[in-house]
């Protein structure tokens, strides 16, 4: 398994259809949730996944302040591959470039409320009242370092 950290300009055409491919898998398919997963955001990502043999197992972006929200942000985090601690892995190294990239002195997710649980594991704390977007609920969370 391979750790992948890159800005939009520099993934490989492959790299990018593997990426979309696995979040419309996730978002829209499994979910069964009809919205707009390819946006502008994704040209000013740091794109972070775990691949192995070409498949994207673990996924998710980086966003600099002023930039989706005013603090950093991770986002669009999935796993392909459930069961075996790659959430908890690809959490943690969005982190690491969060900090390492921006200096982020704290992180801000939009979380789906049923994943609560996983975020407060990695030491998020929720900031929000339950939101609706996409019709899912959702909360903020934030995370310091």
């Known amino acids: 398994m ?19 491919k696995a979040r419309q898998n996730v978002f829209i398919v499994e979910q ?16 972070v ?5 070409g498949k994207v197992l673990a996924y998710l972006r980086v966003l600099d302040k002023n930039t989706k929200f005013s603090e950093v942000s991770i986002g669009r985090i999935i796993t392909t591959e459930r069961g075996k601690g790659l959430g ?6 969005g982190l690491k470039v969060a900090k390492s990239v921006y200096n982020a002195e704290m992180v801000l997710v939009g ?5 609560k649980g996983f ?27």
């Open 32 to 47: 069964n949730c009809a919205y707009q997963d390819l946006d502008d955001y994704d040209k000013r990502a740091i794109h």
């Open 119 to 145: 975020y407060e594991k990695q030491g998020f704390l929720k900031c929000s009242d339950v939101y609706l977007e996409d019709g899912i609920e959702h909360i903020y969370m934030r995370r310091k370092f």
């Open 88 to 93: 908890a892995k690809i959490v943690q190294e």
């Open 2 to 20: 391979e750790l992948v950290i890159k800005k939009f300009e520099d993934l490989s055409l492959f790299e990018l259809y593997e990426i979309a």
């Open 111 to 115: 979380a789906q409320l049923y994943a």
């Open 49 to 53: 996944f775990f691949c192995e043999s």
